[in-house]
């Protein structure tokens, strides 16, 4: 009640439904739950299948077709050179890349934390319409949910991607021979320190940016130029280049040798690694692949890949040989040879 | 890098490694002290390069591999029961105690967090004046001096609720007790750049006169690490026992002076128990009485068990030089860094957990690797 030139005024405390930050409310199914939707979501990611507002979509696809998923739960959820809204479609996007396939619809499983606010929120939402539209895929279902204040992080997402293979595809791991090259496609461990220079607790003073990048453009070239002679890709992510080699020679029984003077690492990264303990062979990156390629053709992938842009620094860090399977060694900068192994756990920062 | 680059030069060391290879004539054992040389020889592999009358033998120089399981189960203890919040550098979150590791008490909910620096955990407790803070002060007398800073910055912000639980350990008293042993066979030894840093190395003088073993405080990159084995072979090849300082760049005779003096200011030596290896007379530091309300052990007056490393596990005769983590029937098998059944599986500088890493399970058989 208040009062205005001395007459009473009555006021009816009627809730706003526009609230900066998400409650539990929003993940109700109520109003809110639509108005957040609407607002934010169906106006945003407008396709022919979205707007149909059913529970699913369906889509027409003929042949070969790979399918994947992947969810993002990153802290923190901002971060220099890019946030988790494109990492959750870039993510997706590169597994289906790997597989050779053109990324071409995805879904979009969101959780959020109550107390996430409405500015962060829009801004990742639009993280994800900007990388999926520099993708061309098209966000065709998804699903909203909230959870209680200190049940979750923020926010995390899931995507689940489709695309139609490449019909020169032909990868796997049973590929490789001895002989194909390893190319990756830039400098590594980049996204894995700048997420470490803003981490509390060890956030460090730097210019390191997120390497966070789609990858399926290299991959339908290096398709498109060399088919069948592209015989592995993986994009190296959690636990870096040394654990995706490692998985590869888990699967085929060949061994691995690399070479650490090929292994491109920004400076600035490298001089981070040495200060913290850690090797950048195992520090995650979120746009970085390789390819194990027939030898006869590597010269001209190293050139095809290094001509996209975002890829000049790629490089031929090793090859696969017969000789010690289920091994990567790698030739040190001064000509020793060491094993590199997998990680027990999480890569520690050491003490001196 | 600037300043790292060039001590990794690949012409130069293939000239340091011809040098070695032509003055060498007998088989000579040489420990290396620190645990970061150990990572180092590993991962550049400089000991496959070396002559193989040359054998290294790893020291017991890794912090985190000496920490005693009970004050790592005095660690969980505070932060799982007395409710502290725990601050560590990384490496010693994964140590197994005698149950488990911080790392699985941070899992199940304890509130343990990964520090670069003690300051950091003094910060975090001047923001948080309702939360009891503890650092866990490991290391030799490298991290000394900061750990002794973050007790006197914690004093002059008159701070109730920052303690440190202090694991200090001396160098030159575990070489001294390493060399009595009777069967020790060490003939020369490359002493810990980093620690010199710090102590300088006036102290080993009377080390390398009383044991006759040469000692040259040596670097970290390959280019050092070359350069200190190429000096030591020298020494061992003449007949010379002396100290030498390999990394001069870094290092000087009397050390950092005021580095030197907070551990004096803050710390006096104790004795103190070595995973491994037992207890050592004056090896380790401890707060003066002065600093007494920033000493964990004396705000939380706790005993925790004394427990036995188990008879499986060989890494304090590792640390000793008496044996080669190949030398174990666990390794590889039972124990490895996921598993550890010993200290020095678990940090990377750790012995066990250096071969592990960087040579593998080569020497076994794929039915047992894939076991």
């Known amino acids: 009640m208040a009062t205005t030139n001395g007459k009473v005024q009555l006021h009816c405390p009627v809730p706003k439904p526009e609230t900066e930050i998400i409650t539990l409310g929003h993940g109700s199914g109520g109003i809110l739950t639509n108005q957040l939707l609407d607002s934010g979501v169906f106006s945003l990611f407008q396709n022919q299948y979205l707007d149909e507002r059913h529970d699913g979509s369906v889509l027409r696809l003929n042949g070969k077709i790979a399918f994947t998923t992947d969810s993002f739960v990153i802290s923190p959820i901002f971060f220099p050179g890019g946030n988790i809204g494109e990492l959750a479609v870039y993510g997706t996007v590169n597994d289906l890349a790997m597989c050779g396939a053109t990324p071409e619809f995805l879904s979009l499983g969101l959780i959020l934390e109550e107390g996430l606010t409405m500015d962060d929120f829009r801004k990742i939402l639009t993280a994800i319409k900007a990388a999926a539209d520099l993708v061309g895929v098209e966000i065709v279902t998804g699903d909203t949910k909230v959870v209680e204040r200190g049940k979750g992080d923020q926010i995390f997402i899931n995507t689940t991607g489709i695309g139609h293979l490449h019909p020169q595809a032909n990868i796997s791991a ?56 592209i015989h592995c890709l993986r994009d190296a992510t959690r636990g870096g280049v040394a654990t995706v080699l490692n998985e590869i020679t888990r699967q085929c029984p ?34 970085k692949f390789l390819s194990f390629v027939a030898a006869e053709v590597a010269g001209e992938a190293l050139a095809l890949l290094a001509s996209i842009p975002g890829n000049s620094q790629a490089s031929i860090i090793g090859e696969v040989v017969a000789t010690h399977p289920g091994q990567v060694i790698a030739t040190s900068i001064i000509g020793g040879r060491r094993m590199v192994g997998m990680l027990p756990g999480e890569q520690l920062p050491r003490i001196c | 890098m600037k300043y790292l680059q060039e001590y990794r030069d690949p012409q130069l060391a293939q000239e340091y490694l011809r040098e070695i290879h032509r003055i060498t004539t007998r088989p000579w054992r040489i420990m290396e002290v620190c645990g970061g040389q150990t990572h180092s020889l590993v991962k550049n592999g400089i000991i496959e390069m070396l002559p193989e009358k040359i054998t290294f033998i790893h020291g017991p120089g890794c912090p985190v591999c000496v920490t005693p399981r009970h004050l790592i189960d005095l660690a969980i203890y505070l932060c799982e029961t007395a409710g502290v919040t725990l601050c560590s550098y990384g490496d010693m979150l994964r140590v197994p105690g005698g149950e488990k590791s911080l790392l699985s008490a941070k899992a199940a909910g304890a509130d ?41 910055h914690a004093a002059r912000q008159k701070l109730e609720n ?50 006759q073993v040469p000692i040259v405080v040596t670097g970290f990159e390959p280019l050092d690490l070359l350069q200190g084995i190429l000096m030591t072979v020298r020494q061992l090849e003449r007949g010379q026992a002396i100290v030498e300082n390999q990394y001069a760049r870094v290092v000087q005779k009397s050390g950092n002076i005021a580095a030197r003096q907070a551990i004096a200011d803050v710390f006096k030596i104790s004795d103190r128990q070595w995973r491994g290896i037992g207890c050592i007379p004056e090896s380790g530091l401890e707060l003066k009485e002065a600093y007494a309300t920033y000493d964990a052990r004396k705000k939380y007056p706790v005993q925790m068990p004394e427990v036995n490393e188990g008879d499986t596990c060989i890494a304090g005769e590792i640390m000793k030089g008496l044996k080669k983590p190949f030398d174990c029937p666990n390794f590889g098998r039972n124990c490895k860094p996921e598993t550890p059944l010993g200290a020095a599986m678990v940090s990377s500088e750790g012995t066990c957990a250096a071969y592990y890493h960087f040579h593998g399970d080569a020497h076994f058989s794929s039915e047992e690797r894939s076991a």
Do not use: W
Request: charged fraction near 20%; aromatic fraction near 8%.
């Open chain 1, 174 to 229: 049973c590929r490789i021979r001895p002989g194909d090259k390893i190319i990756v496609n830039g400098e590594i461990a980049s996204h894995g320190i700048a997420i470490m220079s803003v981490r509390e607790g060890l956030a460090f003073e730097s210019d390191i940016r997120s390497d966070t990048a789609p990858l399926h453009q290299p991959v339908l070239a290096l398709l498109d130029a060399f088919g069948e002679n």
């Open chain 2, 162 to 211: 920052y303690a440190i639980l202090s694991s200090h350990v001396l160098v030159p008293p575990a070489l001294a007790a390493i060399l009595q042993d009777e069967e020790c066979c060490i003939d020369g030894i490359l002493a810990a750049g980093h620690v010199c840093t710090v102590m300088g190395f006036e102290e080993y003088f009377p080390l390398a006169a009383a044991y």
């Open chain 2, 112 to 152: 343990v967090r990964i520090v670069y620096s003690p300051l950091e955990a003094v910060k975090f407790a001047a923001e948080h004046p309702e939360k009891e803070v503890v650092f866990f002060a490991v290391g030799f007398e490298t991290t000394a001096p900061a750990n002794a800073l973050s007790v006197v």
């Open chain 1, 254 to 287: 060949l061994g691995i040798d690399i070479r650490e003077t090929d292994i491109p690492v920004q400076a600035s990264v490298a001089g981070a690694c040495e200060i913290l303990g850690l090797d950048p062979l195992y520090v995650a990156n979120e746009g």
